[in-house]
């Protein structure tokens, strides 16, 4: 059960804040830069371990991550953050292509891959909205059914 419910928190609040994680911080200055600009909430992390304690102490629902880092790769990561909490969107980014990379990435829940460089920024931005627009929908979905407004709810 996701650590939220567990206690008794809600789900997410209306702010969604994404967390870029890359062992290359030119790629998350880049990222924090770009994705600020555009209004969106963001943090980053420079290595999977980082990633993990920020997604444990804050409320990120939709984290960017690198595949290929020292340490703990960006499937590994993955893997613990859907274990964590399912509902967080988490989008890839390699520039180190491989067929059981995209595979793992696939199987474990990850939302989309994009291969570096990113020179297509706008691309990501939309799958990011996509992200957006989804939590939010079930946002709604979990508030009508906390609140009883779904029709055939027995009162």
């Known amino acids: 059960m996701e650590k939220s419910m567990v206690e008794g928190k ?47 102490k804050e409320n990120f629902l939709i984290v960017v991550s690198d595949i290929a880092m020292p340490g703990m790769s960006g499937v590994e990561l993955l893997s613990r953050i859907k274990s964590y909490n399912g509902m967080i969107q988490v989008i890839m980014i390699t520039g180190y292509v491989t067929l059981e990379n995209i595979l793992s990435c696939l199987r474990l829940g990850a939302d989309d891959c994009f291969l570096k460089p990113l020179d297509d920024m706008e691309s990501l931005r939309l799958t990011i909205d996509e992200a957006v627009a989804k939590l939010r929908k079930w946002s709604g979905l979990m508030q009508d059914i906390t609140r009883g407004r779904l029709e055939g709810r027995p009162e």
């Open 10 to 56: 809600a789900p997410f609040s209306n702010e969604i804040r994404i967390l870029f994680v890359d062992d290359e911080e030119e790629i998350t200055s880049t990222l924090r830069r770009y994705f600020s600009f555009q209004g969106y909430k963001v943090d980053v992390a420079n290595d999977p371990y980082t990633a993990l304690r920020k997604i444990h």
